[in-house]
């Protein structure tokens, strides 16, 4: 029971244009949800989050987007750089809970 | 650095063999968690702490699985009799769950278990 899906393995991008990863979970419980980065051989770096009262995030290239009644949420990068090359996480908790992890999607800035 | 550590970072076992992880996390971190992770999948949530209390085991963690956080400081993650299925890199994460505070894990580099 895969209850938070990214869909699409992979994705490639030019450097400097917007990247955009999405992701769908299926509980409702689900309050708080979190974008990891994680590079091979290092454990996932957290990189922004937002609770379920808002629908945007923001914190300097990185954006978060909610849609709770589509159960979708979305993080976008501008401009994208070669450093962000990485695999991204979703991730989701219900309330003050382990996190539930999406499969991952490989993202690569090409220059 | 004040991050999570986790020792070692690689370990090679023969199947059968005993294996101890240790996970050291953020000194004011009241809240440890192990995940398993393989290949082309996201983290699975195995266990957890409040401090040295263990408040939730996946079905995931097998009866040869044991984590202890004796002094809810640092933990350990033993597994028995290992299997091949065991390879995977464990994560440990810690974060500061209080009124107020974010929700925010913060991950160490994990350990990479080869069963051969």
């Known amino acids: 029971d895969q209850q938070v899906k990214q869909n699409s393995p992979s994705l490639s991008v030019q450097e400097g244009r917007i990247s955009i990863l999405n992701c769908d979970y299926t509980n409702s419980m689900f309050d708080y949800f979190l974008w990891y980065k994680k590079y091979p051989a290092e454990g996932p770096t957290f990189l922004i989050s937002?609770?379920?009262?808002?629908d945007k995030n923001e914190d300097g290239r990185f954006t978060v987007f909610l849609n709770k009644s589509a159960k979708h949420l979305s993080l976008h990068i501008v401009p994208s750089q070669p450093g962000d090359s990485a695999v991204y996480f979703c991730a989701a908790r219900p309330g003050a809970q382990k996190l539930v992890f999406g499969q991952g999607t490989r993202l690569t800035i090409n220059p | 650095d004040t991050g999570v550590s986790q020792d070692p970072r690689h370990k090679i076992t023969k199947r059968g063999q005993n294996v101890t992880f240790r996970c050291d996390p953020i000194?004011?971190?009241?809240?440890l968690y192990w995940y398993r992770q393989t290949l082309g999948q996201g983290p699975e949530f195995l266990t957890y702490f409040q401090n040295e209390a263990q408040l939730e085991k996946s079905r995931l963690l097998s009866d040869r699985f044991s984590a202890e956080r004796p002094k809810g400081s640092f933990s350990t993650l033993e597994i028995q009799r290992t299997e091949q299925g065991d390879s995977a890199m464990y994560l440990c994460a810690s974060s500061l769950e209080a009124s107020g505070s974010p929700y925010e894990q913060y991950f160490g580099p994990g350990t990479r278990l080869t069963v051969t």
């Open positions: 937002i609770s379920s009262i808002k």
């Open positions: 000194s004011e971190h009241n809240r």
